[in-house]
């Protein structure tokens, strides 16, 4: 019966949908209507309101929409969608100033006399207003009411302009910021957290270990990172559209003529460019650059693009004067000196020390005065305007509410969905699929395709992702990243604006375009695009790096990037490595070779033996490296074998396991005396039956197959294991030696206090005593290898606090630590001229290899080769 209310689920939605029914209103509603029919008819069929629900009853998945949903947005630390009303109103504030006019108008008079050009210059005005505005249908608009008649004018074909423009204005769905973009980064959250649980789940049910290893962990996303994953692939559909354009502008002039510009090119032209494009490309770069950089957050990015799009109106909306660009200069000087301030002041309130601390703040204060001065009269110009302000307001609010709304909804869809075992049929459809992922995944792309028929974007992403996004995120054969798969479910659904019948830019523009273009022509133009999208999707399927690279780089090079120790990083850090002995081995054998010798007779002992030891590891390091690139053979080439068979096996017990969630059903209905309880036994019997004929077709050969595979992979990861730590233990007696010697200067600080320790003493009282002992032991605490000394200063300090005070011990605990404090000066100093700039050149040798993973963050050559290896998608199922 679940699959029935199932089926009835969908096609209540389906109708309501079709029906023009409010998309907010009709997800909800076929949730609450096909939930209270179950639980009526489960009433009346068997006396229990849960009888028809996978698991669960009524009011608990009625209520699971609402939880979900306040649950997510309503935690501070989830605040994705914060960004949603933000974009909205710089987007329309953009459009409303009218800056799609003056781009289009000068971006054809430069563009124009190339063949094609008029053409390219929507595509690259498309792009522009798509990293600022990226508001499908005014941009459509703007395209269609200004390029359309000047393009048919200069003899362009009618399907070639109509498909340029529809295509060129959906660009502002994969090219950031992008709403769509911030919702699919909220609904993968989501679905990581449960593919993590799901492989967290296949590996205990495989390999019966506990826990899952760190480094086959699904990393979740973020607004910031699908920004940065979608910028290359947007580029490269606006490329893809210029060459195209260009193609048919070679091959059918006639389709595409170049259009001479009648005036010339001269300084005032120039003029008109830099107007025209220098401020939409400053709010890209604030907004784009601050995410980019790690300077702002994309809540804060989209604050600043508000505000940015504020000035920009308050100028373009303004009749004309003298004071018409003030309000923008404002702005601009005080960014300008608020980057002077940062760059050259200690700005830290809490830390003001001198003078110029104190000149600094005051002269940030000026810039940001400057700036709210700029902000404050922007606005009151566009709220005097046309009423520009409350417009925007008003139509930002109206959209912002329509998305959460329709949020709201899907999740209760979502819910209802799981309800009645949805998620379960969907994910053992695609598991039970011959092909493996790629298969699985060119099914959703197909079906996410084909919905884009007939659902807009944003509820083919809160409906259909939230479903299928875990099962493809949890699969270990492809193991792809989860930015990746939203910027590929991003550029699918960009098609659903331009597939008939209902591709909404194709609605806006048949409501601006001349009779003369008919609606037949605009379906035939998209087609060609339609296409290029698709090899789009190709394209990036087939090299995930231009997904991957920006975010991953942009994690690993920023203030805040994880140290090398982090576990996800080992493998790529081991590859450099690996590259890097083969390439600088000899160098490194050389530099370990001299550290070895060194002259370390007046080193303490204990710091001699430790670095000589580290020395000896840090020569293990290379045999340890050697023997994983063996292994690393090894698995590849016994890959060769135990794939096929490996994947045999764990289809049957993929199956097995779907049966044991289905008996366990049963038998939890026959338990509660659901159903006719003979024809559930009897279901039971020939589960059981079944998957005993499945366990049985599992080859003889399986457990010596599985099990030879299984002891290199158990080498390989103890190997790896015994490096990691080898490593470690060559290169932290380097740095402690190191900061033991540069501890000299430090040491020769405390000859005075403690020498006056030593003549105060027998004149000092218990209290007197114990905090000027203590001043001595924190001085002496932040030198390093001091702790011998602080010792005996806390031994001399509790002789003389205690019951039964020893002055005379005290004196001696002090004359020790006197007499220590001059060896190690004595010592340290000698190392400091001697032994130091040795250590340091056998550090500078070996810092970038063995001693990577110590190191506080990646340096930036290794963190961009750990970038590039990090970007490419790695195939870890056969450790499942």
């Given at each position: 019966?679940?699959?029935?209310?199932?089926?009835?689920?969908?096609?209540?939605?389906?109708?309501?949908?079709?029906?023009?029914?409010?998309?907010?209103?009709?997800?909800?509603?076929?949730a609450?209507?096909?939930?209270?029919?179950?639980?009526?008819?489960?009433?009346?069929?068997?006396?229990?309101?849960?009888?028809?629900?996978?698991?669960?009853?009524?009011?608990?998945?009625?209520?699971?929409?609402?939880?979900?949903?306040?649950?997510?947005?309503?935690?501070?630390?989830?605040?994705?969608?914060?960004?949603?009303?933000?974009?909205?109103?710089?987007g329309?504030?953009?459009?409303?100033?009218?800056?799609?006019?003056?781009?289009?108008?000068?971006?054809?008079?430069?563009?124009?006399?190339?063949?094609?050009?008029?053409g390219?210059?929507v595509?690259?005005?498309?792009?522009?207003?798509?990293?600022?505005?990226?508001?499908?249908?005014?941009?459509?608009?703007?395209?269609?009411?200004?390029?359309?008649?000047?393009?048919?004018?200069?003899?362009?074909?009618?399907?070639?302009?109509?498909?340029?423009?529809?295509a060129?204005?959906?660009?502002?769905?994969?090219?950031?910021?992008?709403?769509?973009?911030?919702?699919?980064?909220?609904?993968?959250?989501?679905?990581?957290?449960?593919?993590g649980?799901?492989?967290?789940?296949?590996?205990?049910?495989?390999t019966?270990?506990?826990?899952?290893?760190?480094?086959?962990?699904?990393?979740?996303?973020?607004?910031?990172?699908?920004?940065?994953?979608?910028?290359?692939?947007?580029?490269?559909?606006?490329?893809?559209?210029?060459?195209?354009?260009?193609?048919?502008?070679?091959?059918?002039?006639?389709?595409?003529?170049?259009?001479?510009?009648?005036?010339?090119?001269?300084?005032?032209?120039?003029?008109?460019?830099?107007?025209?494009?220098?401020?939409?490309?400053?709010?890209?770069?604030?907004?784009?650059?601050?995410?980019?950089?790690?300077?702002?957050?994309?809540?804060?990015?989209?604050?600043?693009?508000?505000?940015?799009?504020?000035?920009?109106?308050?100028?373009?909306?303004?009749?004309?004067?003298?004071?018409?660009?003030i309000?923008?200069?404002?702005?601009?000087?005080?960014?300008?000196?608020?980057?002077?301030?940062?760059?050259?002041?200690?700005?830290?309130?809490?830390?003001?020390?001198?003078?110029?601390?104190?000149?600094?703040?005051?002269?940030?204060?000026?810039?940001?005065?400057?700036?709210?001065?700029?902000?404050?009269w922007?606005?009151?110009?566009?709220?005097?305007?046309?009423?520009?302000?409350?417009?925007?307001?008003?139509?930002?609010?109206?959209?912002?509410?329509?998305?959460?709304?329709?949020?709201?909804?899907?999740?209760?869809?979502?819910?209802?969905?799981?309800?009645?075992?949805?998620?379960?049929?969907?994910k053992?459809?695609?598991?039970g699929?011959?092909?493996g992922?790629?298969t699985?995944?060119?099914?959703?792309?197909?079906?996410?395709?084909?919905l884009?028929?007939?659902?807009?974007?944003?509820?083919?992403?809160?409906?259909?992702?939230?479903?299928?996004?875990p099962?493809?995120?949890?699969?270990?054969?492809?193991?792809?990243?989860?930015?990746?798969?939203?910027?590929?479910?991003?550029?699918?659904?960009?098609?659903?604006?331009?597939?008939?019948?209902?591709?909404?830019?194709?609605?806006?523009?048949?409501?601006?375009?001349?009779?003369?273009?008919?609606?037949?022509?605009?379906?035939?133009?998209?087609?060609?695009?339609?296409?290029?999208?698709?090899?789009?999707?190709?394209?990036?399927?087939?090299?995930p790096?231009?997904?991957?690279?920006?975010?991953?780089?942009?994690?690993?090079?920023?203030?805040?990037?994880?140290?090398?120790?982090?576990?996800?990083?080992?493998?790529?850090?081991?590859?450099?490595?690996?590259?890097?002995?083969?390439?600088?081995?000899?160098?490194?054998?050389?530099?370990?070779?001299?550290?070895?010798?060194?002259?370390?007779?007046?080193?303490?002992?204990?710091?001699?033996?430790?670095?000589?030891?580290?020395?000896e590891?840090?020569r293990?390091?290379?045999?340890?490296?050697?023997?994983?690139?063996?292994?690393?053979?090894?698995?590849r080439?016994?890959?060769?074998?135990?794939?096929?068979?490996?994947?045999?096996?764990?289809?049957?017990?993929?199956?097995?396991?779907?049966?044991?969630?289905?008996?366990?059903?049963?038998?939890?209905?026959?338990?509660?005396?659901?159903?006719?309880?003979?024809?559930?036994?009897?279901?039971?019997?020939?589960?059981?039956?079944?998957?005993?004929?499945l366990?049985?077709?599992?080859?003889?050969?399986?457990?010596?197959?599985?099990?030879?595979y299984?002891?290199?992979?158990?080498?390989?990861?103890?190997?790896?294991?015994i490096?990691?730590?080898?490593?470690?233990?060559?290169?932290?007696?380097?740095?402690?030696?190191?900061?033991?010697?540069?501890?000299?200067?430090?040491?020769?600080?405390?000859?005075?206090?403690?020498?006056?320790?030593?003549?105060?003493?027998?004149?000092?009282?218990?209290?007197?005593?114990?905090e000027?002992?203590?001043?001595?032991?924190?001085?002496?605490?932040?030198?390093?290898?001091?702790?011998?000394?602080?010792?005996?200063?806390?031994?001399?300090?509790?002789?003389?606090?205690?019951?039964?005070?020893?002055?005379?011990?005290?004196?001696?605990?002090?004359?020790?630590?006197?007499?220590?404090?001059?060896?190690?000066?004595?010592?340290?100093?000698?190392?400091?001229?001697?032994?130091?700039?040795?250590?340091?050149?056998?550090?500078?040798?070996?810092?970038?290899?063995?001693?990577?993973?110590?190191?506080?963050?990646?340096?930036?050559?290794?963190?961009?080769?750990?970038?590039?290896?990090?970007?490419?998608?790695?195939?870890?199922?056969?450790?499942?």
């Open positions: 019966m679940e699959i029935f209310f199932l089926l009835l689920l969908i096609v209540i939605m389906a109708t309501a949908l079709g029906s023009g029914y409010p998309v907010a209103f009709a997800l909800p509603g076929a609450i209507i096909t939930v209270l029919l179950a639980a009526g008819s489960g009433y009346i069929f068997t006396g229990s309101t849960d009888a028809f629900f996978e698991s669960g009853g009524p009011s608990q998945w009625l209520s699971a929409g609402v939880t979900n949903l306040r649950g997510v947005y309503w935690e501070p630390e989830r605040d994705t969608l914060i960004a949603i009303p933000l974009f909205i109103f710089m329309i504030m953009l459009q409303r100033s009218k800056i799609a006019e003056d781009l289009l108008v000068t971006m054809a008079q430069l563009f124009g006399p190339i063949p094609g050009g008029l390219i210059s595509v690259v005005v498309g792009a522009l207003l798509a990293a600022t505005t990226g508001i499908v249908g005014a941009t459509v608009v703007a395209m269609g009411l200004i390029s359309l008649p000047a393009m048919m004018r200069n003899g362009y074909a009618n399907p070639l302009s109509s498909g340029i423009i529809a060129s204005g959906t660009l502002g769905q994969i090219i950031p910021p992008s709403i769509v973009l911030i919702i699919l980064a909220d609904q993968l959250a989501s679905a990581t957290d449960q593919a649980q799901s492989r967290q789940a296949l590996y205990r049910a495989v019966g270990e506990i826990s899952m290893p760190s480094e086959y962990a699904i990393v979740s996303t973020s607004a910031g990172n699908m920004f940065l994953g979608a910028l290359v692939p947007g580029l490269l559909l606006v490329g893809l559209y210029i060459l195209f354009i260009l193609g048919v502008a070679i091959l059918r002039p006639k389709y595409a003529p170049a259009v001479p510009y009648e005036g010339k090119y001269d300084f005032k032209f120039a003029g008109q460019v830099f107007l025209a494009m220098v401020p939409p490309l400053a709010l890209i770069i604030l907004v784009l650059g601050s995410i980019i950089a790690g300077v702002a957050t994309v809540n804060q990015a989209g604050a600043i693009g508000a505000v940015g799009a504020m000035i920009m109106a308050g100028y373009r909306l303004h009749p004309g004067g003298r004071l018409r660009y309000p923008a200069a404002l702005a601009l000087l005080g960014l300008t000196l608020l980057v002077f301030v940062i760059e050259n002041f200690n700005t830290n309130i809490q830390n003001v020390q001198t003078d110029r601390d104190i000149l600094g703040i005051k002269l940030a204060l000026v810039g940001v005065g400057m700036i709210v001065v700029s902000i404050a922007s606005g009151y110009r566009a709220y005097r305007t046309d009423n520009a302000l409350q417009g925007v307001m008003v139509e930002t609010a109206k959209t912002t509410s329509l998305v959460f709304i329709i949020l709201l909804g899907a999740a209760m869809l979502t819910a209802a969905f799981r309800a009645f075992g949805g998620e379960e049929l969907v053992h459809f695609l598991e699929l011959p092909g992922f790629w699985k995944f060119v099914i959703v792309m197909a079906v996410i395709f084909v884009g028929f007939f659902l807009d974007f944003i509820e083919i992403a809160v409906v259909v992702v939230p479903i299928v996004a099962i493809l995120l949890a699969d270990p054969e492809a193991n792809v990243s989860a930015v990746w798969l939203g910027v590929m479910i991003g550029l699918n659904i960009q098609t659903s604006f331009l597939t008939p019948p209902f591709g909404f830019a194709l609605f806006y523009l048949r409501g601006v375009a001349p009779a003369a273009v008919r609606t037949i022509q605009i379906y035939k133009g998209v087609v060609a695009f339609i296409c290029l999208q698709i090899a789009a999707l190709v394209i990036v399927a087939a090299y790096p231009l997904v991957n690279y920006l975010p991953t780089r942009s994690a690993l090079t920023s203030e805040t990037a994880p140290p090398p120790v982090n576990p996800a990083l080992q493998f790529c850090i081991e590859n450099y490595v690996a590259e890097q002995f083969d390439q600088n081995g000899e160098a490194i054998r050389t530099a370990i070779d001299k550290a070895a010798v060194l002259d370390l007779s007046y080193v303490p002992e204990d710091l001699a033996d430790d670095f000589l030891e580290g020395v590891n840090a293990e390091s290379f045999a340890l490296m050697q023997r994983i690139e063996d292994l690393k053979v090894q698995l080439e016994g890959a060769v074998e135990y794939r096929p068979e490996h994947s045999v096996v764990r289809g049957l017990e993929r199956d097995a396991r779907q049966i044991d969630t289905i008996l366990e059903d049963l038998r939890l209905r026959i338990s509660r005396g659901f159903g006719d309880e003979e024809v559930l036994t009897a279901r039971v019997e020939r589960l059981e039956a079944e998957k005993e004929a366990m049985s077709r599992i080859p003889d050969t399986w457990e010596v197959t599985e099990a030879t299984g002891e290199i992979t158990a080498e390989d990861r103890s190997t790896r294991n490096y990691r730590r080898t490593v470690d233990q060559a290169y932290q007696p380097l740095v402690e030696l190191k900061q033991v010697i540069g501890g000299a200067e430090g040491l020769a600080a405390l000859t005075a206090p403690i020498d006056a320790l030593a003549t105060d003493l027998p004149s000092m009282d218990r209290e007197t005593a114990d000027r002992f203590k001043e001595a032991e924190r001085m002496v605490g932040e030198v390093a290898g001091s702790s011998d000394i602080r010792t005996l200063l806390s031994d001399a300090r509790r002789e003389i606090d205690s019951r039964s005070p020893n002055p005379e011990r005290a004196a001696e605990l002090v004359a020790e630590a006197q007499a220590l404090l001059a060896s190690e000066q004595e010592w340290r100093s000698r190392a400091a001229r001697e032994l130091l700039p040795e250590l340091q050149a056998y550090d500078l040798a070996i810092q970038g290899t063995i001693g990577l993973r110590q190191q506080p963050r990646l340096p930036r050559t290794q963190a961009l080769y750990v970038a590039s290896c990090s970007a490419k998608h790695r195939d870890i199922s056969l450790n499942f």
